[in-house]
C-alpha cells in the first residue's frame, strides 16, 4: 500500500535499498548502473527506482538530508514494504589530515547528540550501529572490486557548521570520540533499522577535508562518488 510519502505499489521495491541522500544521484545510479530501472515513486521528487545489477534485484532511492528525513523513509520502507536492507551512501567531510578526497568509509559505529533515537523509542545511546553481517558483505565486495575502504566511527551531525565559531568545539567532539568524518543521516537509519529488527549500513566518499580545506567541485561530486556505488551494488544478495 502507499504511504503519505511513497506511491510505490506493493511488491515494487525490492528487499536492498540503496539511499543516497540526494534524489537526482538516486536517478543517476538507476540510469547508469541498474538493467530496466523502473520509476516507482516520485511524491516530493523524492525518487525511487527497482531494477537488477547482475541479474539481482535492487533499489534505490532518495532519503533527503538530515536524520528526520532518512528516518521517515527508511521506517515506511521498513515497515510498509518489507525491505530488509537499507545500505547509505553519500559523500562526507572528513576530521582526519591524512584522508583523502574520493577516499571510501565505511561506518562502524555513529556518534550523534541528535534526540531522534531517544524520542523515537528511548535508546539514550550517543551511539548507533550497522548490522555487522551487511558490513562484512561491503568488506567482501569492496576487496572482490580491489577499492580501498576505511573503516571507523563516524559523526551524524544535526548542524552544518555554516558558524565556523562552532567549528573548534565539533573537531574536539570528533578528537575525543575519535571520529573519522561527519555526515547528517547514519545515526537515525541505524536507530529505526535496531528498532524494527532490520539491517542498515553506511558507506560514504570523502568530498571534502574540514582540516586541509580541500574539497571537490559540483561536478566531480556527481561523476566521481562511484566507487562507494559499486561497492554497494556488488554487496547485493540475491531475493
Not at 551524524?156 to 575525543?176: C, R
Not at 547514519?186 to 529488527?197: C, E, R, V
Request: include cysteine; aromatic fraction near 10%; charged fraction near 25%.
Amino acid at each position: 500500500m502507499a504511504t503519505p510519502h511513497n506511491a510505490a505499489a506493493p511488491g515494487a521495491i525490492a528487499k536492498t535499498v540503496l539511499m543516497p541522500g540526494d534524489p537526482l544521484r538516486a536517478k543517476f545510479i538507476a540510469e547508469n548502473f541498474l538493467e530496466n530501472p523502473v520509476l516507482f515513486n516520485t511524491v516530493r521528487n523524492m525518487f525511487g527506482y527497482t531494477g537488477t545489477y547482475k541479474g539481482k534485484r535492487v533499489s534505490v532511492m532518495g532519503s533527503g538530508m538530515g536524520i528526520p528525513s532518512i528516518s521517515l523513509y527508511a521506517h515506511e520502507l521498513y515497515e510498509f514494504y518489507d525491505v530488509e536492507n537499507i545500505i547509505r551512501i553519500g559523500s562526507t567531510g572528513t576530521y582526519k589530515e591524512d584522508i583523502g578526497v574520493f577516499e571510501t568509509i565505511l561506518a562502524t559505529g555513529s556518534y550523534s547528540d541528535s534526540s531522534y533515537a531517544k524520542c523515537m523509542c528511548g535508546d539514550e545511546n550517543v551511539f548507533q550501529y550497522p548490522d555487522e553481517g551487511l558490513n562484512d558483505e561491503l568488506r567482501s565486495a569492496a576487496k572482490k572490486l580491489g577499492i580501498p575502504l576505511r573503516e571507523g566511527l563516524i559523526w551524524s551531525s544535526d548542524v552544518f557548521y555554516y558558524n565556523e565559531k562552532m567549528l573548534p568545539g565539533a573537531l574536539q567532539t570528533a578528537i575525543e570520540n575519535n571520529l573519522l568524518c561527519a555526515e547528517m543521516e547514519s545515526f537515525g537509519l541505524f536507530a529505526t533499522a535496531k528498532d524494527l529488527g532490520k539491517k542498515a549500513a553506511c558507506i560514504l566518499t570523502v568530498s571534502d577535508n574540514i582540516i586541509t580545506h580541500v574539497e571537490t567541485t559540483v561536478e566531480e561530486r556527481e561523476s566521481k562518488l562511484v566507487d562507494m556505488i559499486k561497492i554497494a551494488l556488488e554487496a547485493v544478495e540475491e531475493e
